[in-house]
């Protein structure tokens, strides 16, 4: 069985429930040691970019967004952001 996990969210804006659950899963795939990245396309861009995610909370008995990304990123969880996603969103990498 493979050490690599890969969640990909296509949704955040539209759908917070989908970005934080993909979160959810994300931290999940870390805490069994699993090499782990999140891959944002479409509009779960948004779920990278500063400000945006603040404004996701889907309650209990879930985490905000916001602390569910910063806990992916602190264990060691890695982030890929369709570039061309983000263009056609008006959005730069320095938004992020």
């Known amino acids: 069985?493979?050490?690599?996990?890969?969640?990909?969210?296509?949704?955040?804006?539209?759908?917070g429930d989908k970005a934080t659950l993909g979160f959810v899963v994300a931290n999940a795939a870390l805490g069994s040691e699993k090499d782990t990245m999140v891959f944002l396309s479409a509009d779960g861009v948004y779920a990278a970019v500063t400000g945006e995610m603040d404004t996701i909370d889907e309650g209990?008995?879930?985490a905000p967004l916001k602390e569910l990304v910063e806990?992916?990123?602190?264990?060691?969880?890695?982030?890929?952001?369709?570039?061309?996603?983000l263009k056609k969103r008006g959005l730069t990498e320095d938004q992020l």
């Open 1 to 15: 069985m493979s050490n690599t996990f890969c969640v990909t969210i296509t949704e955040c804006k539209t759908n």
């Open 60 to 62: 209990a008995p879930f």
């Open 71 to 85: 806990k992916f990123v602190a264990n060691g969880g890695k982030i890929l952001v369709c570039s061309p996603c």
